[in-house]
């Protein structure tokens, strides 16, 4: 390959990358993406009241409610909602957004618990944001690896960025891979496309330049051939790096990589990074 193909190949493969980074800092900053959480509200069975949220709110065997007072409104798929609203039972990892004025309140369900996160675009996290540190991108860090599927789903049960919260999530399968010069694997997880998987890790710059707790890449499908791409390079924080008000899945222990992927986003300005 001349050197001038080969500067084009560095050159479309930055572009793409740049197209990635820049995605994912759009969805992060979003007038209701996370960095706009204003609170993370625990509910149970006697009704609470917030204040970045209207109404009182609490939980039972019915799944989640709220009763607002005179002159509150929530819009809830589209439809004005006052007095007392029932959201029902939410799936795990599921939940339902109530628009209340310009602010948007999450009401989910994350570790066998309910919860109302407010998100509120004027919230200082996201007006003060000024992007994400990260490594140059480097084509040294895509690997092809092989996908070794299990025979049936394995449910995992891994930690949370809060304590005395777990996350289950049925692992498909591992990949293996070589890396400079080890032989590693990572359990993975279903991805939000169907068909995509998910792999949360950390590695030897965890806590040095990247978040000590987890990153997270998303892998495309695996080909005919088994074989699956890992491109390091979009290794991305997860919210809980930029903020408390997060329940972000920890990887689980396997995933732990005893090599310094120096690839991916860093330590995010917000807790510390260059």
């Known amino acids: 390959m001349t050197t001038e193909a080969t500067t084009t190949d560095l050159q479309a493969f930055t572009r793409d990358w740049l197209d990635w980074y820049r995605a994912q800092e759009e969805r992060l900053a979003d007038p209701h993406g996370f960095l706009a959480i204003t609170g993370l509200h625990w509910l149970h069975d006697g009704p609470q009241r917030f204040p970045d949220a209207p109404g009182s709110w609490w939980t039972d065997g019915e799944g989640v409610h709220v009763r607002l007072d005179d002159g509150e409104e929530l819009t809830v798929g589209g439809a004005p909602v006052r007095g007392t609203h029932h959201f029902g039972v939410l799936p795990e990892r599921g939940g339902v957004d109530a628009v209340w004025d310009d602010a948007v309140i999450e009401v989910a369900r994350r570790g066998g618990n309910d919860i109302v996160r407010p998100r509120h675009p004027d919230a200082p996290l996201r007006t003060a944001f000024t992007g994400t540190p990260a490594y140059a991108p480097d084509p040294r860090w895509v690997v092809t690896g092989r996908w070794l599927p299990f025979e049936t789903p394995r449910p995992t049960t891994v930690g949370a960025a809060v304590e005395g919260l777990e996350h289950v999530y049925d692992a498909p399968g591992r990949i293996a891979f070589s890396l400079e010069g080890r032989e590693l694997s990572l359990t993975a997880f279903p991805g939000h496309v169907p068909g995509r998987l998910t792999v949360l890790f950390t590695d030897a710059t965890s806590g040095v330049t990247t978040y000590a707790a987890n990153r997270v890449l ?57």
């Open 218 to 274: 998303g892998v495309e499908e695996p080909g005919a051939d088994g074989t699956v791409v890992l491109d390091f390079n979009r290794a991305a924080n997860l919210p809980c790096a930029y903020t408390d008000l997060a329940t972000c899945p920890l990887p689980p222990a396997e995933n732990r990589l005893p090599v310094a992927v120096e690839a991916g986003q860093k330590i995010p300005r917000e807790r510390g990074g260059a």
